[in-house]
């Protein structure tokens, strides 16, 4: 796993960005359009911001990219502003100028929910995979929406949320009781099977679970160490969500090196 720690929000969403630009242009060159796995919260928009810049300016081409969001609420309207089909269609598909049918989000909406979740995996292996998954952290070290305890064999299902992630997230509706209950997420195995993971963290409120993803134990107790299962894996965070790490100086001297080996 590579641990980048920068100054600041603005240079978590700078390096993030650089890999996803590497991504595309990496699938270009042989002849494809990248598929890109999207994450919602507010970790990654600084990310998707630097994008929109870089497609503004015409530096970067995202014609024929395809996304798919890692999760969504069950049960909320997709023109709920909350709603993930929402978040992503407002800081993704729009400032990307992705074309929306290109674009998928799990279907919390579905009669038969765990049809969708068998639609969804479905989708993903017929896109080929995807090139590059971002991520954010819950402060439960969630990934997605797979809670503390989800197998790491997962794959898109439902799940129940935590009080604790409700309560994170209830600064986005006008209460809790308006949170929903229950969300579908691609699992742990299918994040795991994205051929590149890029992981963002900002502020102290996640010094702890970033410090159990990368220092921790493998654990289902802290879904994101499944990370260190994966052989290509970028966690880039400020200096606030590293403060709990013990191998700082490590990280920081194996990317101060870093070109004297790739
Ligand atoms: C949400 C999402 C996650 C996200 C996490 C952190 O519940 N399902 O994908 O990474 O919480 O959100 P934020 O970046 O706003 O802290």
């Known amino acids: 796993m590579r641990v980048i720690i920068v100054d600041s929000a603005a240079d978590v969403a700078a390096a993030a960005a650089a890999r996803i630009v590497r991504a595309v242009n990496r699938a270009r060159k042989h002849s494809r359009a990248a598929v890109l796995g999207l994450a919602t919260g507010s970790s990654p928009l600084g990310t998707y911001e630097a994008l929109a810049a870089l497609v503004r300016d015409g530096s970067l081409d995202l014609r024929g990219v395809s996304g798919f969001a890692l999760d969504e609420y069950v049960g909320l309207d997709h023109a709920h502003p909350e709603s993930y089909h929402a978040v992503i269609r407002t800081s993704v598909t729009e400032p990307l100028g992705l074309d929306p049918a290109f674009v998928r989000v799990p279907d919390g909406l579905a009669s038969d929910l765990s049809a969708a979740c068998e639609a969804y995996e479905q989708s993903i292996a017929d ?59 691609q699992g742990i195995g299918t994040i795991l099977e994205a051929r590149e993971l890029v992981l963002v963290a900002n502020g102290e409120g996640k010094a702890s679970a970033v410090a159990a993803m990368i220092e921790g134990p493998l654990s289902s107790m802290c879904p994101a160490s499944a990370l260190q299962l994966h052989p290509n894996a970028a966690v880039i965070i400020d200096r606030a969500a590293a403060s709990q790490l013990n191998y700082t100086e490590y990280y920081e001297q194996v990317e101060a090196n870093a070109h004297l080996v790739e």
């Open 127 to 185: 896109a080929g995979g995807v090139d590059l998954q971002l991520l954010g952290i819950g402060t439960n070290g969630h990934i997605g929406f797979n809670e503390p305890t989800s197998s790491f064999g997962s794959r898109t299902r439902l799940k129940t949320l935590t009080p604790q992630t409700r309560r994170d997230n209830a600064r986005f509706f006008d209460s809790l009781e308006q949170v929903p209950m229950h969300a579908l997420t």
